[in-house]
């Protein structure tokens, strides 16, 4: 579709690149189609968007210190460490600075993978750390039928991540949905989430992990429920 | 090898989560909520690297981050989900990595400090609130050209200051 370029077009691709558009809306699609058609209306969304890149920046601030080692050590191990070779690669187009990061990367590329947990190598914050973890397994009655497992592990702001591998891909409209029952209440809605195409797949919990707790999953319409429709198929007992 | 991987990894932590971790702390308001959802764009990042499909990766990491934290204050009946990794973006976006490689932090405060007010307001709803240009022109009771006006105006005026730093 043509679409002719204006002053309005300028505003919208300034306001697409702020994401102050309705998504899916007339002018979200409008801009979308024009955009790749005007030289003009890409520079004002570039420009918009280093605006917007700026603003970003004004907001950092250093977080504690303790949570560069709570992330390490909530990493689920990998199966694919190929995913990393990938990352790097693009970061080391993408970051005119980022030489010092990417030493010996080369190297890496070079050599035959290994499964690698990341926190095998912990750092020296992480070191000092305690982190508690607990494993997360297919419901018994599944048998051989279930390959998912987890694990879920506890931080100090008094929530839970919960990190799976082993999870099958999902038809069109389904989701995959985290839940906590604690002991005799009925089961509280937590997060959905979509594995990738790894079978991989983690959320974090806005609950603090107490003894008896029970974390599960189910296969839920996308969108999520307010109450399991299916049976959950993966549990974790906080120990 | 397992200590290429850790470290190749925790160097983007360290370069990547004052800004992750600001903007989630700004939109949420909560410093141990920021925490959690810093957690889980790393997290993510881990588990799906290829979600980076090229450009400049700060803007991109901040765009997952300011989407994680929106989707959790606007989230009710089902919280949250995983964050979403955007692939859409375009990859050649030399402005943006002008801002992140070459302007300073300090710059960048005080550019944003020296926008007008009714253009930093709706620009600052806009992004750190997530609000359309409609519901911002309605929050501050100005025409919707008004907004639209201040919003573009104020994006071109921010980058234009900090290219300024640059070039001199």
């Known amino acids: ?239 | 090898m397992a200590q290429g991987d850790a470290s190749a990894f925790t160097a983007i932590y360290d370069r990547h989560a004052a800004l992750v971790y600001g903007i989630c702390k700004r939109i949420l308001g909560d410093p141990a909520a920021a925490e959690d959802v810093t957690q889980s764009v790393f997290t993510q990042l881990w588990a799906k690297p290829y979600s980076f499909a090229g450009g400049n990766f700060g803007g991109w990491i901040a765009r997952v981050a300011r989407n994680a934290s929106l989707d959790i204050v606007r989230s009710a009946a089902v919280r949250r989900r995983e964050p979403e990794m955007p692939t859409d973006m375009p990859s050649d976006n030399v402005l943006e990595d002008e801002v992140f490689e070459r302007v300073r932090a300090g710059a960048i405060v005080e550019a944003v400090k020296a926008l007008p007010a009714d253009q930093r307001e709706a620009i600052e709803q806009a992004y750190f609130q997530g609000l359309s240009y409609r519901e911002v022109a309605e929050r501050m009771g100005a025409p919707l050209g008004t907004v639209k006006s201040r919003i573009r105006s104020g994006l071109r005026q921010l980058w234009e200051a900090l290219h300024r730093t640059v070039a001199t």
């Open chain 1, 1 to 239: 579709m043509s679409t002719v370029h204006d002053e309005t077009m300028l505003d919208l691709a300034s306001l697409y690149a702020i994401e102050a558009l309705e998504q899916g809306g007339d002018e979200w699609r409008l801009i979308r189609a024009h955009l790749p058609e005007c030289a003009i209306c890409q520079n004002e969304y570039q420009v918009a968007r280093a605006g917007a890149s700026a603003l970003a920046l004004s907001a950092a601030e250093a977080p504690p210190a303790a949570l560069r080692a709570r992330v390490l050590a909530a990493l689920p191990a990998r199966t694919a460490p190929s995913n990393v070779v990938l990352l790097r690669r693009r970061l080391f187009v993408a970051l005119a600075t980022a030489a010092a990061i990417l030493v010996g990367v080369g190297a890496y590329l070079s050599t035959p993978t290994t499964t690698t947990p990341i926190a095998a190598a912990p750092t020296p914050a992480a070191s000092n750390a305690t982190i508690l973890t607990w494993t997360a397994a297919c419901a018994p009655k599944l048998g051989s039928r279930c390959h998912a497992k987890g694990t879920i592990s506890a931080s100090p702001s008094k929530s839970m991540t919960f990190a799976m591998h082993g999870l099958g891909p999902l038809p069109r409209g389904k989701t995959y949905q985290t839940w906590v029952i604690a002991p005799g209440a009925s089961p509280t809605p937590e997060p959905t989430f979509l594995p990738d195409s790894r079978g991989e797949g983690s959320v974090v919990i806005p609950v603090a992990p107490r003894k008896g707790l029970i974390v599960a999953v189910t296969v839920e319409p996308a969108g999520g429920s307010r109450k399991p429709t299916t049976t959950p198929f993966l549990l974790g007992k906080i120990q």
